[in-house]
Structures are given as C-alpha cells and as structure tokens.
C-alpha cells in the first residue's frame, strides 16, 4: 500500500516537471502500478514482535538481513525529448540493490565532499576558487554509472564531483584544495586542475574544454578503441563561439564525442534566460542529435548516457545531451546565490527534487534498503570525510623545492629565473 | 647565385667544405634543399617514423599547403593523418591539444601564427601550463608550427611576429629556424619534443636553399632545442640574431669584413628557453652587442637579450652600451617603399654595429 502510495506521487513529482501532465502521468501510472505487481522478489516477510525492553536498555537496532532486501527493480524514469532522433532512451530503469547502494554511496560522498569543501573555505584553510558541486550529484554518478572507466571525460571549473567518481580519493582532492602536497597535483593545480587517469580536469577558461574533448574523441577513433569523451559545459559556456567550433568539427569527422550541456539555470549570476537567445540547449548542436534529460534521477542520466554512448560507439558521430540540474550553492564560495535567485526556490529543490533522496525513497520504498543500511553509510562516508579533512588540514605543504619542477616533460634538470637575479632555482620533469 | 651568397656567408665554414670536398674518398652526398622541403622532408620522415604523429591545419591535404610545405603528405598518407580543418583555429587547436592530451603526437599549423591569434588561449592556457597544473601528470606532446613575422605586401594584420609574446611564457618551448638545417633538425627535434612547442617558420626563407650534409640529410638528425649557434666567428662585435635576420646579419658581416670588422654572427635557433651561455660566451670574447630582430622593439626578444646580459657577467666585458636593431615600432604598412623601411635592412645592422663600436 505505502509503496503505490510513493508510486502515485513519485509519477505526480513527474508530471509536474514534464509538460504534458494529463494524458503522460495517467498512463505512466498504469504502466508503474502493472510493473510493480510484476515483481519477482517475494514480499519481506513481518519482523517479529519483540518483547519490551525494560528502561534504560540500550537500544539496539537489529539489522535486516541481505536476503530481506529485494536485489532489483525497475523504475519508470522521465522520457527525455529528443531533437533529430526517432527514438530515445529507454523509460525505465532497472536498478539492481549493489548498483543502488554504490550510487547512493558515491552521491552522498560528494555532497558531504562538497559541504566539508564549504566549511574549510570559510575556515579560511581553502583558499581561492571554489565552486561546488552540490545539488548536481546525480549527473557526476549517473554518467560514471553508464560509461566505462575506460572511457574519456572532461569537464569545467565545477569539477570536484567528477574528480571524485573519475577515481581520485576524497583525501586528495581536499589535499589539493587546502595546497599541500599530498593533493591530487601536490596543491600546484588547486580546485580547477585535478588530472587523473582518462579525466582532463577541471578546466578554468570556460568553454575551452570543450574543444579538447573532441580532440580526445578524435583520439578515440584515430586510435580505434572504441572509447568514447564525455565532454561537459554549463548553461554559461553554451554560448561560446568554440564551442560550435567544435560541435561542427565533431559532426564532420564522426568523432566520438558526447557534448553535455549541464544546465543548473544560471551562469553564475545570470539565468538562461537573460543569456541565451535559445535555451534548448539539447537542440543547440542542430544538425547534431540531442536529448534532454533529468539531471536529478541518477537513472534518467545513466539510461541517457548509456544511450548516447552506444550511438558514438556505433560510429554515428557525436551527440549532444542537456542535464537538468540544479546547484545549491552559489556559483562560487564568493556568491551567496540568492541575489538573483531566491531561498524559496533553492528550498524547494532541496525538498522535492533532490538527487540524494529521490534514490533514497526509491530505494527504501521498493524495499531495497533500510534506514539502518543508509544511515550505516552515512557514518561511514562521514569518517571518510572527516579523516580527509583531517588529513587535508595536517598534510604538509609543497616544498619550496617543487616551485620550478614541471615546466618541461621528460628533459634534463635545467635553470629557472627566481624573482631577482641571484636567486637561480632549479627544474626537474 | 644563392648559393653563392651561403658560400661567402659562412666565413671559415665555406673553406672547411671545400678542403673536405678534396680529400674526401667518396664524393659528398652534399644536396641543395630549400626550407620549403627542408620542413617538408622532417615531417614526412617523422609521419613515417611514428603513428602517433599527424598534421592538421588550414589546407594542409587536398591544396598541399597554403604555402606548399605539406605537399604530397596528404597523397602518401591520407586522411586519417593529414587533416584538412574548417576555418576555424579555437576549435583545432583545441583539438589538437586534445588529442595531445590522449596520446598522439599532432602537428597544428596555422596559416600564419597571426591567425594564432585566435586560439592563442588554448596554446597557453591548455598546453603550455598542463604539465605544470597537474604536478608532471598530463604531458602535452604538441608542435604548433606556420609561417611568422613579415612577408611582402601583405600589411599589417598579416606581418606580426610572435616570437615575443609566445617567447615570454613558460611551459612552451619557442623555436626559431634560419636556414635548411635549422628548419629540419628543429622541426624534428620538436616532433620528438613531449612539450608544447612553437614552432616559427618564415614565409620569405621557404624558397631560399641552403646545402645539407649527408649527416644533416640522416633520418635521426636532430638539433638540439635550446642551443644557439655561432654562424660566424668574430671577435670585434657580437650579432644575436634569429629566423631570417640571420642572414641580414651575415650579410652586415660580409660588408663589415671589408672594413676591418670581424662580426661573431649567432644564430638564437630557440626562443624559449634561451642559450644565454653561448650569447654570454660571445659577448665576453667581443665585448660588444647588437641584436636583431624583425619584431617591434618594445618587450621584445632583443630586449630579454640586453637585460640578461646586464644581469649577469658578460656585463663587465662590454665596451659599450647593447643595442637592439628592430623592426620600426608600427603596424605594418602595405606600400613597398613603407614596407621596406618598416623593418630592419642591411645597412641598419651596419649603421648600428658602427655606432656601437664609435666608427
């Protein structure tokens, strides 16, 4: 009974976002409601009454055993429009209890990432630029769920979440934000430039990521590997001139580049409307095929970039993809955010449409988990975060050694001009 | 009648040629090859050497080249290596730097490195400083190469040189050609090169020949990037110069020679990082210094020269004040008489070398 109940107000949250609310929602319903009574899983079966505890005993929590939980399900997920393609990604999603876990997990570790990120700022340990990432957890983990690591990824400024779900581990991106040495550049990158294996970083000029990215897809398929570059940008950076540069080279040669317009409604301080002639930022690539996807269902994104991977692998060419997002911070630790938006309407997404609890009551409403479960992870991620933290405050900074190294690549040690010239300092690849 | 004029040029060189050329057994395979197919032969070779490498640019396949120094790359290897780009620099060479990025080894021209102009953000701010931002991680193995400075006739948005402003960044290495040999070991050297490299050629030198050696002409000659060299040994004046100007230098010196003056001719080769030993080494043994340059004088390549001689010790061997032969600081005007005067001639390097020495 409880679960129709999040069935039918699940389907309304959607109907709400989408614009054909009447005819969509209702036989979105029906499917929803057959689909469910389809489940294979028996039921959990009743917990046994336990007697009363006398008072003062401590309580404690009995943990559900694995078998209890359902291993798998399928959730109807917002159908994307579609700009010069028949047919879309599928409108369901099968979620299975690992692949939850992993993905609420992976979610809730950005977001507190990204707030412990905050706290260090205002603590003044972080320095600089900063711009966060929470709100937009799903579009990180849902690209990272449907490609393979294998696969290429690039991205702006807003790069924390992907540096995260690209591989590096949380205590070196906060190392790397607080410039010491055990950061993911030894703190001479900072916020904007963390590299890892198949991750182009986290790129400061905004826009100019965008080019690079296909030139790894043109990597991609010089090489005939079968890989594919997820290149990301914002609502902001659609407009760059560069970016239809590439958008032309990338159909022209057949690269195997997925472009992703992450549009989280404001460029820093200016909204889409106030900067875009054209705000269907999916359609933006014209002769290119584009999807508009929910960027707050993790599924909706994994189903979306599994779809447009498989197009480029097929060697159809590129394909452009806009994820719906929103950002709860400000643009950066230097913007409150509410000048030119208000609390309500950041509250309101917190509430209804967050990407952390829409997995979250997906999952415990369909049996998959338990709050004890999530809670447990909860902890876990804290001490992981904590244990960053720490690590990220006590950690050395650079040696003064390491100012002039990496200029050059694989070139014999040679001299650097220091601030005046008695001070010759030495480089080293 | 070229060849003549590199005869005369290289002083003491020329007579060791010849003296070879009579007591070598076998005759020398000495050839006569222009820039133009100095440049092409590197690339041609390097393409072969390595799969990784490819060229893309403006009319680099099916037209051989704005300037032909491509031809016959697109027949011999394709599409797939030699790409022809829309007109649109940003996007290529941020492609380009990309697949930089991903493992291959992309050769990005620019019909003129004005054109650069456009991309110039993604030549700094995604190759030059990657290695740097990302502690050693991400190498960005890239030769941006094309014609630089002045041409004829083709006024002012069309006649900078960029040596200067590509030349102040670290995390480049900026390279300068004179002749044949300098565009074919350096242009191989740079395709080897796991850097960002700049590679500035001169539109007026890609027709002039110039003799290549056997050795020269092997197919693992490389010149070392970073290392100037003397041109001409003297020990009255010391001339740094680069690209084109060399020969003007060369010229001056051969005039000079005339009137008792020995000019010690040094040939800069790279930009970026600049061989201040070998200028240093020079203007101890001569004590006096002009440089020269086809670009505008302010914050120019000539000026780095001048500081860093003051800064360090040839300073004390100077007999006078350094000076810099540019070129007039205007933007270049169209009408041949203006053109002529807008850049440095002959008879100002000698003009300045006999200042400086109070003749």
């Known amino acids: ?429 | 009648m070229a060849s003549l004029r590199s005869f005369l040029r290289s002083g003491k060189n020329a007579v060791s040629v010849v003296l070879r050329r009579e007591f070598s057994e076998t005759s020398p395979a000495a050839v006569q090859v222009n820039v133009r197919d100095a440049l092409n032969q590197a690339m041609d070779e390097e393409l072969e050497r390595d799969e990784r490498v490819f060229l893309l640019g403006e009319e680099v396949a099916q037209y051989d080249g704005a300037y032909k120094v491509s031809r016959g790359l697109w027949k011999k290897y394709g599409d797939k290596r030699i790409i022809d780009t829309p007109i649109t620099e940003m996007g290529f060479a941020g492609i380009a730097v990309g697949a930089a990025f991903a493992g291959l080894r992309p050769i990005c021209e620019f019909m003129t490195w004005n054109f650069s102009m456009q991309a110039i953000d993604q030549v700094i701010n995604s190759a030059a400083k990657t290695y740097y931002m990302s502690a050693g991680f991400q190498t960005v193995p890239i030769v941006f190469r094309g014609p630089n400075g002045s041409s004829a006739g083709v006024a002012a948005q069309h006649s900078q040189c960029f040596a200067a402003w590509y030349g102040h960044c670290p995390g480049l290495k900026v390279v300068s050609p004179w002749n044949s040999e300098d565009a074919r070991g350096l242009l191989k050297a740079a395709i080897r090169d796991d850097n960002p490299v700049v590679f500035l050629e001169n539109e007026m030198m890609y027709g002039v020949p110039f003799e290549l050696s056997e050795e020269m002409m092997h197919k693992d000659f490389v010149i070392p990037i970073g290392k100037a060299k003397v041109e001409r040994q003297g020990t009255h004046i010391t001339l740094v110069s680069h690209s084109r100007c060399v020969g003007f230098c060369l010229d001056a010196a051969a005039v000079l020679a005339k009137e008792g003056v020995e000019c010690e001719v040094v040939n800069l080769r790279t930009i970026r990082p600049l061989d201040v030993d070998t200028i240093e080494a020079s203007v101890m043994k001569t004590g006096n210094l002009v440089t020269v340059e086809g670009g505008w004088p302010q914050y120019g390549v000539g000026a780095e020269i001048c500081a860093r001689i003051m800064e360090g010790p040839a300073f004390n061997y100077l007999d006078a004040p350094a000076v810099r032969v540019t070129g007039v600081d205007i933007p270049m005007p169209y009408a041949k008489i203006l053109e002529d005067h807008s850049v440095p001639q002959i008879k100002d390097i000698i003009f300045s070398v006999k200042k400086v020495l109070n003749m």
């Open chain 1, 1 to 429: 009974m409880q679960n129709m109940l999040t069935l039918i107000s699940n389907v309304f949250r959607l109907g709400n976002a989408s614009k054909n609310v009447g005819a969509q929602a209702v036989s979105e319903l029906l499917i929803g409601l057959s689909k469910y009574v389809d489940l294979t899983a028996p039921p959990a079966p009743a917990t046994p009454r336990q007697p009363p505890l006398p008072p003062g005993t401590r309580m404690v929590v009995s943990a559900r055993s694995f078998a209890d939980f359902t291993p798998q399900a399928s959730f109807p997920i917002k159908k994307c429009d579609l700009h010069r393609l028949e047919e879309g990604p599928s409108d369901e999603a099968l979620l299975t209890r690992e692949q939850g876990l992993q993905y609420y997990r992976t979610m809730q570790t950005v977001r507190r990432m990204e707030l412990k990120a905050d706290q260090l700022y205002k603590q003044k340990i972080i320095r600089g630029f900063c711009h966060l990432y929470d709100g937009q957890e799903a579009c990180a983990m849902g690209i990272e769920a449907g490609i393979n690591p294998t696969d290429h990824l690039i991205t702006a400024y807003r790069a924390h979440g992907y540096t995260f779900t690209r591989g590096v581990a949380v205590r070196e991106i906060l190392a790397e934000l607080t410039g010491r040495r055990g950061g993911v550049a030894k703190g001479k990158g900072g916020s904007m430039h963390m590299y890892a294996k198949n991750f182009y970083g986290g790129n400061g000029i905004v826009g100019a990521q965008v080019p690079l990215g296909a030139g790894v897809a043109l990597a991609c398929q010089y090489q005939g590997n079968n890989q594919v570059c997820v290149t990301l940008y914002g609502d902001g950076a659609a407009n760059q001139g560069q970016i239809f540069e590439s958008f032309n080279m990338a159909a022209l040669w057949k690269l195997p580049c997925i472009f992703i317009c992450e549009n989280n409604k404001f460029g820093m301080g200016t909204s889409v409307e106030r900067s875009s002639a054209s705000t269907d930022y999916y359609k933006r690539g014209d002769y290119i095929p584009g999807l508009k996807v929910d960027g707050m269902d993790v599924l909706c994104v994994r189903e979306a970039i599994r779809f447009a991977a498989d197009y480029c692998r097929a060697g159809k060419g590129p394909i452009v993809m806009e994820l719906e997002t929103y950002r709860y911070h400000g643009h950066s630790m230097s913007d409150p955010g509410v000048s030119y938006r208000t609390r309500e309407e950041i509250q309101e997404v917190r509430t209804k449409n967050d990407p952390i609890s829409m997995l979250k009551e997906r999952m415990l409403s369909n049996n998959m988990s338990s709050v004890e479960e999530l809670k447990e992870i909860d902890l876990e991620i804290r001490k992981v975060i904590e244990d960053a933290a720490q690590y990220a405050i006590s950690d050395p900074e650079p040696s003064l050694d390491e100012l002039c190294n990496h200029i050059y690549a694989r070139d014999p040690p040679m001299e650097v001009r220091g601030t005046n010239p008695w001070v010759k300092l030495k480089s080293v690849s």
